[in-house]
Each structure stands twice: as C-alpha cells, then as structure tokens.
C-alpha cells in the first residue's frame, strides 16, 4: 500500500470522532437497556458489521483456519474483549457521571506500560514512572472532583470497575501482541465468541426483553461506530501513515470533544476537577510515548 499521510489523518480523524461520540451514546442508551442488554445489542451489531468487511476484503475462509489454529485462545479473547470489558466499562457508565468513567478509562495505556513489566519482561523506563503517577494521580483528582483528602467518591464501586477495564483492555492488547493473525479477523472471532457467553449471562442475571427502540438504536450506534467502523479507520490510518507518531497524537483530541458533547446534548455539567485529571493524564501519555 502507498502511504499518504493526508489519507492516514484523514482516517485517524474519522476515528477519533468516532469515538468522541461513543461516551453520550453510552449514557443515552443505558437509560434504557442495562449494560448487559446493552452489550449485547452492541455486540451483535458489531458482529454483523465486521462480518460484512472480512466479506468484502475476502477474509471469510481465514475465520476457520485462525480459530482452529488457536481455538482457546479466541476464547479466552472473547472472554476479556468484548464481554468482560464492555460489561464491566458499561457498568461503571450506569454508576458514575459519563466524564469521570471516560477519563479514567484513558488510565489504560499506563495500566499496559506496568502489565508488561511482569508479562512481556518489559523494563520500567523513568518516562513510565513519571506518566504512572501523573496518570493515576489524574484518575484521583476525577474519581474525587478535586477533594483529594476527602476522598469522597461519588461511586467507588463506578471508579473500581473503570479501572478493572483498564486492566482487561490493557491484558487484551498484551496477550494479541503475539497473535499473528489478520487484525480485522482476530477482531471478529472474539467477537463471535463473546456472543454465546453475553447471551447465557443475560439469560441466567438479566432480562432478555430488550424491546425499547431507543435503546436498539443507541446500541446499534454504539456497535457500529465504537467497536466496528472506528477500529476500521484506525487501521487504515496506520497503514497509510508515513508516521505513526503524528496520528497516534490524535487520539488526545478525542477525551476534550466528548466533553463538549457531553455537556451540550446531554446536559453533564463539567467539573472543573476533570478538565485538570484529563490534561495530568494525558501529559503522562505524551511523556510515556517519548523514547
């Protein structure tokens, strides 16, 4: 492929705005699904969205050949990655103002630099140091709306789970690392085998009725865009770039955008305390990404 670095920004772009909408889908849709149902709308809508491109890009025979190479490892995937970390990222939506659960889900880079330590082998550089404690630091600062020595949490149970995500995310991306298979295919057998696990948890914990069309649509939007078309664009980005470094910057913009429209479609007020965590996070990102 040629690159171009106006098409990959292009692209990035698009992804970007992709996901600095996903944070008001979330909260909009959960008023009317639960985060079960949710994911599971969610999940399908993916699941026929990244069937259809593996179709049109001729991957479809590549599916048996991937899964039966490594059966269990698909599973165990699709375990972390749809279902665990869209149940658990969605939960802590349902508890705590959407502003907060986003921002502290961006703690997930941090979380993959310590990970690698004890599962890559990787080294703990003094860049990883400095962005580990201004990136934690940040998620204190949001989780507890700048009253640091109160710690008063407006759902501690909401904090826990976000930062759970981030370990499952952070775990997903470690354990693919090593996965030589086709990204677009990988992406769709988890996919696939999330499906028959968030189904059986719905059956025995939840309700199954999921007939409100508002909730179909937010979710539909939420799997169309947040697991299937940004995740599309991104890749196409990277293989356009002729610099990764310069569109892997713009995945920053993303958290101040869905602020904005958090505010003006759904109403959120902003606090003050998660404009500051947001700027410390991403300044421990930015340190974290230098050589």
């Known amino acids: 492929m040629i690159k171009n670095q ?11 705005l992709m996901w600095s909408t996903v944070a008001t ?3 909009i849709t959960l008023t009317y699904f639960s985060a079960l149902q949710m994911l599971l709308a969610a999940s399908l809508v993916s699941s026929l969205v990244l069937l259809f491109i593996c179709y049109r890009q ?5 599916l048996k050949t991937s899964f039966l190479k490594r059966p269990y490892f698909y599973l165990l995937m699709g375990a972390i990655n749809p279902f665990l970390y869209y149940f658990l990222l969605f939960q802590a939506y349902d508890l705590l103002p959407a502003q907060q659960a986003q921002s502290l889900n961006y703690t997930w880079a941090i979380t993959l630099s310590l990970l690698a330590i004890p599962v ?10 400095v ?15 700048g009253n640091l020595f109160a710690l008063d949490f407006e759902s501690p149970m909401g904090v826990v789970l976000a930062l759970l995500s981030t370990i499952l995310w952070a775990c997903y991306w470690i354990f693919n690392s090593k996965n030589d298979a086709d990204p677009m295919v990988a992406l769709l057998l988890c996919f696939l085998c ?38 599309v664009a991104w890749l196409t980005a990277l293989k356009y770039a002729e ?5 892997s910057n713009l995945i920053f913009i993303s958290p101040f955008v869905s602020l904005v429209l958090l505010s003006q479609i759904i109403g959120e007020t902003i606090y003050p305390a998660t404009i500051i965590g947001l700027v410390l996070i991403i300044t421990g990102l930015l340190i974290q990404k230098k050589a």
């Open 243 to 247: 610099s990764t470094s310069k569109i």
């Open 120 to 129: 890559l082998g990787q080294k703990l550089r003094r860049n990883d140091i």
């Open 131 to 145: 962005a580990i404690t201004l990136g934690y630091f940040g998620a204190l600062v949001i989780a507890t709306k």
């Open 25 to 27: 889908a979330f909260k």
């Open 194 to 231: 999330s499906l028959p696990m968030v189904l059986l948890t719905i059956l025995i914990f939840d309700d199954i009725n999921i007939t409100a069309w508002q909730g179909w649509l937010g979710a539909a939007y939420i799997g169309l865009f947040e697991m299937g078309l940004a995740f």
């Open 6 to 16: 106006k098409t990959a920004t292009l692209f990035a772009l698009l992804a970007v």
């Open 58 to 62: 001729h991957k479809i025979t590549l």
